[in-house]
């Protein structure tokens, strides 16, 4: 057959009946190769089977098809005659269905209630509405579906009857015919029956054609709605209006959706309220309703009808808005007409009192109004809205209008009253001008209105331009009136004959007259001053000057004022003289010098007697009354002022005998005032008077002035003096003890409950006493020291002694008060009293003594200075003082004791352990003081029997760890199961250790279930290291057994290690893990720099220097020394150069670790080394570079 043959040269294909072919060695191995190539590839490699499957496909792809067609012929209703004549008239009807209008969206611009109403009329017209016009269509509908039921139930009933009457008939064809009959008909029934079961999918096709039709209606109506507003403008017409801030719409935003809303739901309504062919009773027996969809839910979630109905909503909205803008900044301009219409008030307007300048500009503003409203711009289209301003526009025009027309009124009554007024001025002026005066006052008169008149006359001017003025505005505003011009042309008559005659007449007048009414006036100013003359002549002689009178001035001052009167009359006339003068431009005007110097004498003469009255009766009242009720103040007031004045005079009226006697009495009394001062001190009491009056020989009599006057008090000037002096003294110090009496008599001593226990009560904050009594007990020593203090000394020194016995009752009472609170609550526990009974007793006796103490303070002394003084208390509190120190030292041995037996009770106060003594039948009372005795231990598990073990242990985020004991607390001391505790962490830590270098995988790299097993974070953290440590030993022994690429080879699987840590923290970690993950990722990448720097260095042995610096792990499975001199076996030592530690196994928790640094390794380096040689390490260095934190994660 077939075969190929080979040979050194080519290779030989053999085909029996065919030509052989020859093929050189090179070219056969080339298609061999290429052959090799080509059945490689997928598409090659897999033809056949690809090519018989793709003809599988073809031929199951037809014959499902055909099986599809077969099945869809048999229930096809076109294939069926009964349904074909049907169905096709329903066809029909559908696409009348489909023109009815349920919308007439015309090209009308539309009012919006105009518009709804068309819609309403379109949808529910009872004549030709879209209801009535799907109503018949629907009843057609129904007739023919009818006539099919018919039709379909006759031919099933004549197919059964020719089937009965098959079987009655007799036999008169053979059985081949019968048998052939008799198959023909029951083929006949069959079918009957097969149409008769497709009625019901036949009114349910319908049904969804007909709903079809109903959705497309609508659909199509929210189309050409759509199309309207996207297409088209001018639609709907809103009137403007001002709102408050912005304009307003009519119809609004809210009203157009509202009408949307309508629409929507109305025109949905008209088609959903057609009913289905599956709810018509006569259907029944052929259709079984489930879950009907009404055609309202269908256009509800129809996209297209959403879509287009949104479409419509957004465009109305957006032309709306736009319209919104449009006119708030269109009509801005006009907002001011209306609001100045809604300010508008004729009556008030006219009522208030305005100058013409105003009147004029706000008829200026009336005018700008009438223009801004000439370009009033009454329709604007803006998309779909047209936006009206016409009912605006005739709502703003009349107000313009309407006010200038009051503005106009209002001006031309100002002019008129303002024309009148100026008219009445000109009259008046003229009137006065036209005066020819005889005597001098009334030429006087005249001349003074001349000069006022023309002083105003440039008034007369403005007034006369102001009207002017305003008749001018009101012509240019077309206001004119005929009786208002008659006026105006008095006005400027009048105007003519003032400034053109009167004025001038008056003046030739004035001057014609000027030199006689001047010598006039000189004559009668002489006289006036004949008269001066005269009185001043009269006030030099007589009683005025006369000493004798000094004893009766009443009759002094009656002639003073006779003259006065005379004197006064002289003023006036010299003074309107004065006025003539400066009035007719006298250059050398006359002066009243005789007047002038005749008021100056009488003024002195009247002052001078008038002191000389009030000095006798000053002088009568003080020389009578009893010298107690003298104000000693106030006469030497009064002394100093009549000096001053007697002194005034005396150079005022030099030579003159009264003034000099009267300043001589008066210097007398001044020179006396300071005794009568000294006497009159009100510090003065009985003792220092009776010395006064037994000195002068007074005897005891009362003191009154002039007693003293005869018995020469005066002659006693310094007794009196030192003795005023001393009362002052002794006066100060009776004031200042009885304010430190006032000061305690009302100051409570404050107390307040203690812990809310009713029985318990303490001082409260007495910082004010503490000030008050230092306070007080300076200025009482101030007062003993006084050289005035003899008189009061009995009285000062009582309260030196209640100072100082308050002072030292309050520092005692607080020393006890301070050391009773701190040991009230260590005592109340039942297990100290248990554990110090003695200490115990000599508590209750002093806490009976306070407790008694306060009672009486609260019940009978709330006086402070009284609870100070209560019988025995500074003794008491001295014992209690004692008692309660000598208790203190008795707690503080017995503490001692505990921290000896337990040396982590140094962590803690002497409250906190007070308050673990204190509850030692509570183990659980320990748990708030286990974070600062152990590093991370910050609750433990106890058991929920009566034994209460402790099983677990737990830091700060709740990582547990298992004893591998349980430590017994029941009937043991606190001290001794918490040293349980610290051995049972040894061990459990140790334990755990060990199981977890054992079971650590072997291949180093999935370590998933290891990472997340039952071991601490810590010890997970520590086996980690120490494989690490094992893996570059073993690097390092290949290096030195020749292999240079061990290093290279572990430095890649400790990378692998690394990227599978990473992986597991992509996963849905819990807050342990993840923190456990990211510090061992973190000791991790530390651990391979190192085997990095390590490979840079070309460390080639485990002695190598470079090897031996790093912080190390190893487990011991021989006894090993480490720096301690310790030796240990089968248990973790840290190594680093020559220093070697054993693994403490105390807790640390879950904690996350510091990236380690070259600086890092120095310190751990540094401080490895001192601890070898049993020496301390501090790093130093700047605040914040991270001390402290490495020294801490050293320890970890």
Known sequence: GEHFTISATGVVYVCPGQQSEYMSLGDWMHQCLMYSVLTSMNFFKYYIHGKVFSRWRLHTRYTVYCHHRTRLARRLFLAKPMFITPLVKIHSLMYEVETVKVMNIGANVYNLEEFGRDQSSMRSNPSAGAAKELEQRHDAIVGILDRLVRTVDQSTEVSQQMDEHAISRPRMKSMVQEKKEARDNARR??????????????????????????????????????????????????????????????????????????????????????????????????VTVRN???????????????????????????????????????????????????????????????????????????????????????????????????????????????????????????????????????????????ERPQALSSYADFVKNYNEIRAKQEQFDEQREEVESMYQLLKQYNVRNTNDEIKLEILHSKDNDFTHKKVIEANVYIQEKREKMVENLQSDSERIEEEAKDITAQLKRGQFIAEDAIHNPESVLEELGTIQASLSKLEEKSALFTQYQTLFNIPNSFEFAEVEKAKGLFANKHKLWSLVHEWKDTEKNWTTIEFQKLDVEKMNKQVIEHSKTAFQLTRALEGDAVATEIRTKIDEWKGNMPVIMDLGNPAMKNRHRDRIRHAIGMGSSALILVSLINHNIFEYKELVSEISGQASGEFALEQQLEKIQAAWDDLPLPVMNHRNSRDLWILADVTDIITQLEDHSVQIQTMMGSRFVQGIRSNVEVWENKIRLASDAIDEWLQVQRAWMYLESIFSAEDIQRQLPAESTKFKTVDKFWKDTLKKVR??????????????????????????????????????????????????????????????????????????????????????????????????????????????????????????????????????????????????????????????????????????????????????????????????FTKKQLEHSVSL?????????????GALIVLDVHGIAVLEDLEKAQCRSINDFDWSKQLRYYWTVEDTTTSDGSTICDDCVIRQTIASFPYSHEYLGNTPRLVVTPLTDKCYMTLTGAMHLNYGGAPAGPAGTGKTETTKDLGK
């Open 189 to 286: 029934h069959r079918l009957a029956k097969h149409d008769q079961s497709m009625l019901g999918d036949c009114i349910r096709l319908v049904d969804y054609m007909f709903q079809s039709c109903l959705v497309k209606i609508v659909v199509h109506a929210s189309i050409d709605f759509c199309q309207r507003v996207e297409t088209s403008s001018k639609m709907f017409i809103i009137h403007v209006s001002f709102g408050e801030i912005n304009m307003v719409f009519d119809p609004g935003l809210d009203k157009f959706m509202k009408m949307l809303q309508d629409l929507w739901s109305g025109t949905i309504q008209v088609v959903n309220s057609v009913p289905s062919f599956l709810s018509v009773r006569q259907y029944d027996p052929y």
């Open 1065 to 1077: 923290v992509r996963l849905d970690l819990t807050k342990l893990q993840r923190v456990l993950m």
């Open 859 to 1052: 019940q009978s002394y709330r006086n402070a200075m009284d609870a100070f003084h209560i019988p025995n208390l500074l003794p008491s509190l001295k014992n209690a003082n004692n008692t309660l120190d000598q208790i203190q030292k008795s707690l503080e041995a017995y503490l001692e004791t505990k921290r000896a037996a337990f040396p982590r009770f140094y962590f803690l106060s002497d409250d906190e352990l007070l308050s673990i003594m204190s509850q030692t039948r509570n183990p659980e009372a320990v748990q708030e003081h286990l974070c600062k005795c152990f590093d991370a231990i910050n609750r433990v598990v106890f058991t929920q029997d009566k034994k209460q073990e402790i099983v677990e242990m737990s830091d700060m985020i709740k990582e547990r760890v298992q004893f591998v004991n349980p430590v017994q607390t029941s009937g043991i001391a606190v001290e001794k199961w918490l040293c349980d505790i610290e051995v049972k962490m040894v061990q459990s830590l140790r334990a755990l250790t060990k199981i977890a270098v054992e079971r650590y995988p072997e291949d180093g790299i999935t370590r998933k279930q290891w990472l997340f097993g039952p071991y601490p974070s810590q010890m997970v953290l520590a086996v980690d290291q120490i494989m690490w440590t094992s893996c570059a030993e073993k690097a390092l022994g290949q290096i030195e057994e020749g292999d240079l690429e061990g290093m290279l080879r572990n430095i890649e």
């Open 292 to 434: 009907n969809q009404t055609v309202e839910s269908i256009l509800l979630s129809n996209r297209d009808f959403n879509q287009y109905t949104d479409a419509v909503r957004d465009r109305i909205h957006s032309d709306i808005t736009q319209a919104q803008h449009y006119s708030d900044k269109n009509f801005r301009v006009f907002r001011r007409i209306h609001e100045y219409g809604l300010k508008w008030n004729e009556e008030e307007y006219l009522a208030t009192p305005r100058t013409h300048e105003e009147i004029a500009r706000d008829m200026f503003l009336m005018r700008e109004f009438q223009d801004d409203l000439d370009k009033f711009k009454a329709h604007h289209p803006v998309g779909i809205i047209t936006v009206d301003g016409k009912n605006l526009r005739a709502s703003l025009t009349p107000i313009p209008d309407v006010a200038l027309n009051a503005m106009k009124n209002a001006l031309a009554d100002i002019a008129r009253r303002k024309c009148q007024a100026a008219v009445q001025n000109f009259d008046a002026a003229n009137r006065t001008l036209a």
